[in-house]
């Protein structure tokens, strides 16, 4: 089955900086979506990007998909103490199934 | 409040005594899934429902049970638990046709 991997697996950066995390799939999708999940609890959609979309924004949120590369970039700008939580990329397969399928995701933390 | 609603939150049990974990979302979606999320290994879909009385398989089904018979409720049923069922475990649900997935905050199980 497809599978999302994350790269990094932890990222560790300063409050005003911007934060990058990358996204793998495996096999062709419908779309592509990112959570945020702050420690241990529910994930909460950030945005979605469409498969015949190549960049879409969201406030200090910037996701790209390269649908020929398979990968898929978040950029959160300016970040901040708050910004702090898991980041996962979720995939569905172009079959309809609606077998969503997520990545392992991305620790983010900002330090103050 | 639109909302996804798990109960229990914590639960530690014994292998082999039989539980649910109820899950029911006030949105009136379609699309109802279950997960759980391991260390290292991301969120894996147990299963899901695109409606009452229809109800798939997802990556690990294994030892477990779900069923789908009214629109707002999708129970997760563990027959006879086991220590590898350790996990915590999020439900989520859907409007189909948006792909957006809504979450609950999680049970955390632990069997002993």
């Known amino acids: 089955s497809q599978q999302g991997e994350e790269d990094p697996q932890a990222l560790s950066i300063q409050e005003g900086e911007n934060a990058t995390m990358n996204c793998s799939y495996k096999?062709?999708?419908?779309?592509l979506q990112w959570y945020r999940q702050n420690s241990g609890r529910g994930l909460v959609h950030l945005i979605l990007?469409?498969?015949?979309?190549r960049e879409k924004h969201s406030g200090r949120l910037r996701v790209t998909l390269d649908t020929s590369k398979k990968s898929s970039s978040l950029l959160i700008t300016a970040s901040r103490a708050a910004d702090t939580a898991s980041y996962f990329c979720?995939?569905?397969?172009?079959?309809?199934?609606?077998?969503?399928?997520f990545g392992t995701g991305t620790r983010l933390k900002v330090l103050a | 409040e639109a909302q996804v609603t798990q109960n229990p939150r914590y639960l530690i049990t014994v292998t082999g005594k039989k539980l649910t974990v109820t899950c029911s979302q006030n949105?009136?979606?379609?699309?109802m899934s279950w997960y759980r999320q391991d260390p290292g290994l991301g969120l894996r879909q147990i299963y899901y429902?695109?409606?009452?009385?229809?109800?798939d398989k997802g990556d690990v089904p294994e030892g477990y049970k779900v069923s789908r018979k009214e629109k707002r409720n999708f129970p997760l049923i563990l027959e006879s638990p086991s220590p590898n069922q350790t996990s915590l475990y999020f439900c989520?649900?859907?409007?189909?046709?948006?792909?957006?997935?809504?979450f609950g905050a999680g049970s955390r199980l632990t069997v002993l």
């Open positions: 429902s695109m409606n009452v009385e229809v109800t």
């Open positions: 989520a649900s859907s409007l189909y046709g948006t792909n957006v997935l809504t």
């Open positions: 979720a995939t569905d397969a172009t079959s309809g199934t609606y077998k969503y399928i």
């Open positions: 990007i469409r498969s015949n979309e």
């Open positions: 949105m009136n979606h379609e699309y």
């Open positions: 096999t062709s999708i419908n779309n």
